[in-house]
C-alpha cells in the first residue's frame, strides 16, 4: 500500500487483516462486500449473509457463477464446506439475537461518538435502502465502518453529529478510511492508524474534530489496551442487550 490514500480495495484488504480467527461476521451491500475477498486463509471466518446463508465464500468468478447463489445485495457469491440455508425470518434472529461478532457496513456519515448514517441522505431524490442495517448495528456484537473520509465535493465523512436519518446511536466501534483508521467512541475519536505520509493535523483539519492521536508508540499501544478492554465490555453488554 502506498500513497497518501489507500484504494477501496485496499481499505477492505486492511480491514480483513483485522478480523479474528473463529468470528461470526456479515458484510453489509456494496462496499464492505470486498472484504469477503481478502479474509486470511489461515484463519476460519463464517460469512452470514441476512438473505439466508452461513458459510458464504468470496465472490464468484466469470465461468462459475450460480445464479440461485447470491449474497443480501443480489452479488454472486460461492459457499464453502459446511455452508448452510435458513428462512428470511431465521437470519434477522441471528443478527438481532447477538449471535454474530462482528458486521461490517458503509455510510454516509459517522460521528465521532459512533453515531451511524447509512440508509439515507433525506434528500428529496434519494432513495431509502435500511436492509438490516439497524438489525446489524444494534445486534452484531462489534461494528466496524468501511467508507471513503471526504464526500465527493470535499466535506469529511466522519462529522460531530450526523445530519442525515440515524441507523444506530452509539454503535460503531471502528472506521476505516482512504486515509487512516479511527476508533470510535463516548470520549470521540482516536486516530489509531495513518495512511501513508498523511498527518493527525491534516486530518483534524478536514474534520474539524479534536482527534485523539493514538498511532502506534509504546504509550499509545497501553491506552489501546484500555480502549479495547472497553470496547469489549461495551460489546458484550451490546449482544447480552440484543
Known sequence: ???NSWTRRQIAERLAADVPDGA???LGIGLPTLVS?????DREIILHTENGMLGMGPEAEQGHIDPDLINAGKL????LPGASYFHHGDSFGMMRGGHLDLCVLGAFQVSEKG????WSTGAPDAIPAVGGA???AIGAKKVYVMMELASKDGRSKLVDTCTYPLTGLGCVDRLYTDRAIF???RDGAAVIELVGETTVDELRELTGLPLR???LTPANDAARANTSDQTNSSAQQKGALA
Not at 37 to 41: A, C, D, V
Not at 76 to 79: G, I, L, Y
Open 183 to 185: 476508533e470510535l467512541g
Open 37 to 41: 475477498n481478502y479474509l486470511p486463509s
Open 134 to 136: 439497524m438489525d446489524l
Open 76 to 79: 454472486p457469491v460461492t459457499e
Open 115 to 118: 453515531d451511524l448514517s447509512n
Open 213 to 215: 492521536d493514538e498511532t
Open 1 to 3: 500500500m502506498s500513497g
Open 24 to 26: 461470526y461476521m456479515n
